[in-house]
């Protein structure tokens, strides 16, 4: 059958309207495509009684809490900021293992999200979980934060019900959905980022310092492969290190992955074939850019065996 983006939304319009009823929501927002359109769904359902949060965890892009505030805020949306960079990092201190990271993630994401629904009086929590999150959750290969009920949790143990409009759909139907509801293409053709964010492109602990390193490197990364537009690029910081020479001394340094890959939903990806000339342009301003960087690395294996992140 033919996907038919009009009809999706104007059954998931009726949907959301009939559910929240004349009580409230608030949606869960990060910045990417599917939280946005899905937050953006939600408003063209319920207007006024819509709050979209945005929670700083921490582990963004470079200035992304405050330019997706501001780009909700464009879009007619309610937003609330609010800042859990120290909740969050206290809670990922010292862990290393990927799916406990994940765990403490979603933990401390929904007790915020929890209290942050409460101080509202909202009923319903509307969040853009997607069908690869779901199907990746069952099929264990890794726990998405965003996927309560397979994973056993009671979302009524966080204080609210949740809604997921988008549930049924993969990526480039969101991006339909997006288009068709009028958001701009900035928005709707952005990068997928993961939920726990560089979180999952630091292998090891996660903490201020190193997710600053990787977010740096991450800037990089996207700026140097933009014209490009691969489906995603980004940087990882390993947990090795590697000598090198900085400043005429050896240093045992950090050493840094460049990850670029083509795909269409996510479930399998094949590596970019980046021009040398990017890489060598990438290499050279991580170098000079964050001088504990001294080994920089490109990824060649597409999605199998590999996953797209590094945990
Ligand atoms: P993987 O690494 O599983 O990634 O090949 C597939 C897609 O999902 C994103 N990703 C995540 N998204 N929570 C998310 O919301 C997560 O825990 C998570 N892990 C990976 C990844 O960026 C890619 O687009």
Known sequence: MAWEVKKFIEEKLLEVKKIVGDKSAVAATS??????????LAYKALGEKLTAIFIDDGLMRQDEPTKVSEELGNLGIKV????????????????????QKRKKFRDTFYRVLGKVVKENRAAYLIQGTIAADISETERGI????????????DPRDYGFQV????????KPEVRDVAREL????????????????????VVGEVNPQRVEIVRKANRIVEEETKELRPFQAFAVLMKDRATGMVGGKR???????????????????????????????????IAEEIPSVTKILFDITPKPPSTIEYI
Not at 31 to 40: E, I, K, L, N
Not at 142 to 153: A, D, F, R, S, Y
Not at 163 to 170: H, Q
Not at 269 to 282: D, N, T
């Open 31 to 40: 910045g990417g495509v599917d939280s946005t359109t899905c937050a953006f």
């Open 80 to 99: 609330k900021l609010i800042d859990a960079r120290d909740e969050f990092f206290k809670a990922l201190r010292g862990i290393e293992d990927p799916e």
């Open 142 to 153: 890794k726990t998405q934060h965003n996927v309560l009920e397979q994973i056993g949790i």
């Open 163 to 170: 809604i997921e409009p988008l549930r049924e759909i993969y």
């Open 182 to 201: 009028g958001l701009p293409e900035e928005i709707y053709q952005k990068m997928p980022f993961p939920g726990p964010g560089l979180a999952t492109r």
């Open 251 to 285: 240093v045992f340094g950090n050493i840094i992955v460049v990850r670029s890959v083509e795909s269409k939903n996510a479930m399998t990806a094949s590596v970019s074939r980046i021009p040398w000339e990017v890489l060598e342009k990438i290499q050279k301003r």
